[in-house]
């Protein structure tokens, strides 16, 4: 357990479904981040909050949609996705987008696959 | 912009083999390196750092100095056991330029050890 938990661990949807991810950490950090990592791709930064603040959008499709109500809570909101967004989806956290000494913690991530 | 560039893998050695995975960076000013390990079906763990020029991290017997000379940060390992198979990255953290700060990775080396 590192501090960061993402919920589910597995997720199985369909074209026209709409399920949303869940990443939750009571580290007191205040920078989230959502990743996606596919087979044989480096690691791709989808969306960074920095105090609840999105600072970030490196060109993510809208039918992926990031929520973070609270600096401990992050959600990836998912709708009508392609069979290609199928990957691991990993959220991390750190003490703020700007401090360069400290690391990311990241959580189990999301498999999703979409059929 | 700041970037990373690590050895192809996968790399396959016996158990109680000398481990060196090499990492170089490019970035502008003076970067924090990190080395990053993904256990199968997990998310990433922070296995040792270094935040200045000449410092050596270490973690579970792994090593890592960073050289500023040479713009590296090389991961070693005296003698690896079977349980240290895994996908590591190397990654950077700048405070300006191109990274805005965000942590940039390498595209990973997957490491599988024998019995």
């Known amino acids: 357990e590192t501090g960061v938990t993402q919920t589910p661990r597995h997720l199985v949807m369909g074209m026209t479904n709409k399920k949303s991810l869940k990443c939750e950490q009571h580290?007191?950090?205040?920078?989230m981040y959502w990743y996606k990592q596919s087979a044989k791709k480096p690691l791709e930064l989808m969306f960074v909050?920095?105090?609840?603040?999105?600072?970030e959008n490196n060109s993510v499709p809208s039918r992926f949609s990031p929520e973070c109500p609270n600096s401990s809570h992050l959600f990836l909101h998912l709708h009508t996705l392609q069979p290609e967004d199928s990957a691991l989806y990993l959220c991390?956290?750190?003490?703020?987008?700007?401090?360069?000494?400290?690391?990311?913690?990241f959580g189990s991530g999301t498999r999703l696959t979409v059929v | 912009g700041d970037s990373v560039t690590q050895m192809e893998g996968p790399v396959t050695l016996s158990e109680e083999a000398f481990l060196t995975i090499n990492c170089t960076y490019t970035?502008?000013?003076?970067?924090?390196l990190f080395w990053y390990v993904q256990y199968p079906g997990e998310g990433l763990q922070l296995l040792l750092k270094?935040?200045?020029?000449?410092d050596k991290g270490s973690n579970k017997g792994f090593e890592a100095t960073y050289r500023k000379e040479t713009t590296s940060f090389h991961l070693e390992k005296g003698s690896v056991q079977v349980s240290d198979s895994a996908v590591y990255f190397c990654?950077?953290?700048?405070?300006?330029?191109?990274?805005?700060?965000?942590?940039?990775f390498g595209k990973g080396t997957k490491l599988s050890v024998k019995p």
């Open positions: 991390a956290s750190s003490q703020d987008s700007t401090g360069q000494t400290y690391g990311y913690t």
């Open positions: 580290l007191g950090h205040n920078a």
């Open positions: 909050y920095n105090f609840k603040e999105q600072t």
């Open positions: 970035a502008t000013g003076y970067p924090s």
């Open positions: 270094a935040t200045k020029a000449d």
């Open positions: 990654a950077l953290r700048g405070n300006y330029g191109g990274s805005q700060g965000n942590l940039i």
